[in-house]
């Protein structure tokens, strides 16, 4: 059964400061792996993708993935109140399988 | 691009009565389109998978009859809750992938139901 695990939080990190969201997934034929935020009472928005190994930058996000450890991390650098959310990593595979959501990790940035 | 949208975005009725949740790609052609139930504080649960024309796949433990599905076009997909009870309140988010990207999915903004 595919898995994909992520720490529920909440992870607390100051304003200003970089956070660290990490997810694992269990099975090695996944190809493509996204990040979510979620805010309270709204749906899904997609954040990034990420297909190969190696940092993947989007303004103050960066994706990183690391296939042999079955890895992905979000890194949000210069952390505002507004990046409080639910973040939800998602593992995707080719063929037309469905993507499989982690649990999400909550964030708070504290002003 | 890649907008999906849902109407209605909340909805309260009455113990006993059938709901339609909507679920439009505005702006491309889904090749898949999804439907999940979130409770408070929970996480997303997948209820079930369409594709146009077909009959949709549901996850265990989903009643296929209580939870009419129809995915009448590339565009369009609809998700019935029949005789709804209020346990079956939650927030009703559908999801999309298009031809381009079939393993990206963009979320409606959900439907928040609420049975009395």
């Known amino acids: 059964q595919k898995e994909v695990e992520q720490n529920s939080g909440p992870l607390s990190v100051p304003e200003g400061a970089i956070a660290s969201l990490n997810c694992t997934y269990s099975?090695?034929?996944?190809?493509?792996f996204f990040w979510y935020r979620q805010y309270s009472g709204k749906s899904p928005e997609l954040i990034m993708s990420?297909?190969?190994?190696g940092d993947k930058e989007d303004g103050r996000f960066t994706a990183q993935l690391n296939k042999a450890s079955q890895y992905v991390s979000l890194l949000i650098r210069d952390s505002q109140p507004s990046d409080s959310a639910t973040y939800l990593c998602?593992?995707?595979?080719?063929?037309?399988?469905?993507?499989?959501f982690g649990a999400g990790t909550r964030l708070f940035v504290k002003a | 691009g890649a907008v999906v949208s849902q109407h209605p975005s909340w909805v309260i009725c009455k113990s006993g009565t059938s709901v339609k949740i909507e679920c439009r790609s505005l702006d491309f052609q889904a090749t898949t389109m999804f439907w999940y139930r979130q409770f408070p504080k929970q996480s997303l649960m997948l209820m079930a998978t369409?594709?146009?024309?077909?009959?949709?796949?549901?996850e265990q433990g989903v009643e296929k009859d209580k939870f009419l599905i129809n995915h009448a076009s590339l565009t369009l997909s609809t998700l019935t809750v029949t005789s709804a009870h209020p346990e079956d309140s939650s927030f009703y988010i559908c999801?999309?992938?298009?031809?381009?990207?079939?393993?990206?999915?963009?979320f409606g903004p959900g439907t928040r139901l609420t049975v009395l």
């Open positions: 099975d090695r034929g996944s190809q493509s």
């Open positions: 369409s594709n146009e024309g077909s009959k949709a796949t549901y």
């Open positions: 998602a593992v995707g595979y080719t063929g037309g399988f469905k993507t499989i």
């Open positions: 999801s999309a992938t298009a031809l381009a990207s079939t393993d990206t999915q963009y």
């Open positions: 990420i297909y190969s190994n």
